[in-house]
């Protein structure tokens, strides 16, 4: 049987409307906490805490807003979920204006605008917090895993003494072939190992078989033009459930200059993920995939109907067995 980690990074949006509290965070985390309860599964969700503290340290309503996230967390812990560490360091510059986050200053966006003292100082203050939640559920529980804000690992030497000094071993920010060169979303893992999971020490494209960390790559598949006219075939057809529960927009990280015929034709390699996408060709890439071990990427903020329905279906399957990382 395949084990297949379903994580979620749970956040709001960055864009101009970053979405309410309740849509595009609690209503969508309550719909999967009810769809793995009835499958009994479990799945890892990788929380922003900047997000968190920034709303405790703001009105009183994002204050209340904050408790009904931690809320939330406790909730996730104690039906067996996993809650890892989430940093998206661009929170230290948002704005509260008229109960509204101002994300216009961007140029903290990555970890790497900051010291490596700085770096260690955020690592150890949101395993602290994410701790504190959990354990008021497990007394014993320990952060072990984190996901890079915008998948933005590299180079990995500079958060190497963040992942040393907070004991995290694991690290799930990768996904082979991806690549992005935008303003703020840098990342290129074309030379990462292509394996479902692999040791490494000073660089994360580099394999360590006696390195310190390990790597749970975020699984990914060719999405090439059949696949395209199936989901937008799928689209057309059930397009009422492809709405988002999230009520925000996402960041532009900047312009994609290619052609929209040459798009539409050439194969890209995409992230696994539950949303936008046809529930039988995700079971089918699971099914035909020839590893024993699968990471798939969401976000609560971005679940549709759909994607409860792909989710359903895997968790339904005796195919499977969804684990948290």
């Known amino acids: 049987m395949k084990k297949v980690h379903i994580t979620f990074d749970y956040e709001l949006f960055f864009g101009s409307n970053p979405g309410t509290v309740e849509n595009s965070i609690i209503k969508p985390t309550e719909l999967l906490i009810q769809l793995f309860k009835k499958h009994d599964s479990t799945a890892t969700f990788f929380i922003d805490y900047l997000m968190i503290v920034k709303m405790q340290n703001s009105s009183e309503k994002m204050k209340r ?129 292509n394996k479902e999971l692999y040791h490494f020490e000073e660089d994360v494209e580099i394999e360590d078989v006696n390195g310190d960390f390990i790597e749970i790559p975020i699984s990914y598949y060719n999405h090439g033009f059949i696949y395209r006219m199936v989901n937008q075939i799928d689209k057309i057809f059930y397009s009422s459930r492809y709405s988002k529960f999230g009520d925000g927009s996402h960041i532009g990280y900047g312009a994609d200059n290619e052609p929209s015929k040459k798009r539409i034709f050439n194969s890209e390699q995409r992230m696994l993920s539950i949303d936008g996408i046809r529930p039988s060709l995700l079971l089918n890439i699971l099914k035909k995939s020839k590893r024993d ?25 005796k195919k499977f067995e969804l684990t948290s990382l």
């Open 293 to 317: 071990r699968l990471v798939i990427i969401s976000h609560p903020k971005d679940i549709t109907v759909r994607s409860l329905d792909t989710l359903n279906q895997i968790c339904a399957s």
């Open 65 to 193: 807003e904050s408790e009904r996230i931690i809320e939330q967390l406790c909730r996730l812990v104690e039906l067996g979920h996993r809650i890892e560490l989430h940093i998206h360091p661009h929170w230290l510059d948002a704005k509260l204006v008229n109960d509204k986050w101002d994300f216009s200053e961007m140029s903290r966006y990555r970890l790497h605008s900051f010291t490596e003292s700085e770096i260690i100082t955020l690592f150890k203050e949101g395993k602290i917090f994410l701790e504190r939640i959990a354990q008021r559920v497990v007394n014993d529980y320990t952060i072990r895993c984190f996901r890079a804000g915008g998948w933005c690992i590299q180079p990995f030497s500079k958060l190497k003494s963040a992942f040393k000094s907070t004991g995290i071993v694991i690290d799930s920010s990768v996904s082979f072939g991806a690549v992005s060169n935008s303003k703020n979303l840098k990342f290129d893992f074309t030379k990462i190992p």
